[in-house]
Each structure stands twice: as structure tokens, then as C-alpha cells.
């Protein structure tokens, strides 16, 4: 059997070019949740963070993420994402709906903004009305959602896949 070395924390995998992926965050209840998504941001090589309310985000969470995401705070959604719209993104909400279409049979296009929920709420009834679409992952057990920030990751890594070069 043919032994190779592995390579512990090996350096990231270079993007072919920047990722057109925006992260557009409802406000969350909690700052630890608001900077895990700062870190997810980083690990994805996402580049821009919008998000509305009084949250946080903690530098000992986010680790250098904080450093080159860009984290932009607002105080609504609701012209972030016509202006979104209007710059060429296509606007996808990660919520449970009676039309959302199942993440494993979604297309993502390269320029989109993932909108994402508050933790409990999830995304308001004015929110899912500006959306172009909204993706759901299934869940097969109790409770009958994933965390906030658990779900995202994996919206997050199915975008990545398919574009894996940026």
C-alpha cells in the first residue's frame, strides 16, 4: 500500500477569481452567531457581509475573518435587496416555504445574495416578498430546522461546489 504524508493546516485553495456570493443577514439575536457567519465568509472566500440589527461580531470567533471580510451593518433589508437586485445579484432567501425548492435541486447563479433568517423567526413575510427565490434544506427529524448558522454552511458549501474556482 502506497503511504504519502499528509499535510496538516495546508494553505487555502487560491480562487481562480473573487466569489460573487454576498451574505445578506437578517438580524440575529445572537453575536455568536453573526460571527460564526464571518468566519464562514472568510473560510468561503466571500467577500461581503450585509446585515441589519444591533449584533456584533466577536474577533476571538470570527478569527482573521473579521479582518478581510467585509462587514457592512445596515438597518433594514429592504432596499439592500433592491439595490442588490438592480447591481445584477439574484436575491435567494434560505427558509422553509410552501415554494422553496430543495438546495440539492437548486442552480445557484454565480451573483448571488444569500438571504438569511433571524434564528428563530426566520425570514419576515415582507423579506420573502422581494426575494427571486427561496432554496430550503430538508430536514428529516426534530426539530424541524437546522441553527441559522449550520444551514447556511451548507448553502454556502453547495455554492461553492458548484463554482469552485470563484
Do not use: W
Not at 473560510?43 to 461580531?57: D, E, F, N, P
Not at 470570527?62 to 442588490?84: C, F, M, T, W, Y
Request: contains cysteine; aromatic residues 6%.
Amino acid at each position: 500500500m502506497a503511504r504519502f504524508e499528509h499535510i496538516r493546516h495546508k494553505p487555502p485553495t487560491p480562487l481562480a477569481r473573487p466569489r460573487e456570493l454576498v451574505m445578506v443577514v437578517s438580524p440575529m439575536r445572537s453575536s455568536v452567531n453573526l460571527s460564526r457567519l464571518v468566519r464562514l465568509a472568510g473560510c468561503a472566500g466571500i467577500q461581503r457581509i450585509l446585515y441589519a440589527g444591533q449584533g456584533r461580531v466577536d474577533r476571538t470567533i470570527a478569527r482573521n475573518a473579521a479582518d478581510i471580510v467585509a462587514i457592512e451593518k445596515h438597518r433594514s433589508l429592504l432596499p439592500l435587496l433592491a439595490g442588490l437586485r438592480s447591481d445584477g445579484f439574484r436575491c435567494v432567501g434560505l427558509e422553509q416555504t410552501t415554494g422553496s425548492t430543495v438546495l440539492y435541486d437548486y442552480r445557484f447563479t454565480r451573483k448571488t445574495a444569500l438571504v438569511i433568517g433571524s434564528e428563530r423567526e426566520g425570514l419576515s413575510q415582507e423579506v420573502l416578498n422581494l426575494l427571486d427565490e427561496v432554496i430550503e434544506i430538508p430536514v428529516y427529524g426534530q426539530p424541524a430546522s437546522y441553527n441559522v448558522v449550520t444551514a447556511t454552511t451548507m448553502a454556502v458549501y453547495e455554492y461553492c461546489r458548484q463554482f469552485p474556482t470563484g
